[in-house]
């Protein structure tokens, strides 16, 4: 299981996927376009994506089922 974030042209400097709750379920460094995150470790449920590359900062909503 897993994802790639798209619509960063440069490497990200962190993703952080965090629960409902508010709650850092995993951190990823510095990681290149298209590269593809792993989630199977990672229940089922509605998370929410923190990134950052940049100057530039973004969150989206990620639904795992």
């Known amino acids: 299981d897993g994802f790639?974030?798209?619509?960063?042209?440069?490497t990200m400097?962190?993703?952080?996927?965090?629960?409902?709750?508010g709650e850092k379920i995993k951190?990823?460094?510095?990681i290149p376009p298209g590269r593809q995150l792993?989630?199977?470790?990672?229940p089922d449920g509605v998370y929410f994506l923190q990134v950052k590359a940049?100057?530039?900062t973004?969150?989206?909503?990620?639904?795992?089922n």
């Open 4 to 10: 790639t974030v798209s619509g960063f042209a440069c």
């Open 38 to 42: 792993k989630t199977g470790d990672v």
């Open 54 to 56: 940049g100057s530039q």
């Open 58 to 64: 973004a969150v989206k909503k990620l639904v795992k």
């Open 13 to 21: 400097d962190e993703i952080t996927l965090v629960n409902v709750l």
């Open 27 to 30: 951190i990823w460094k510095n």
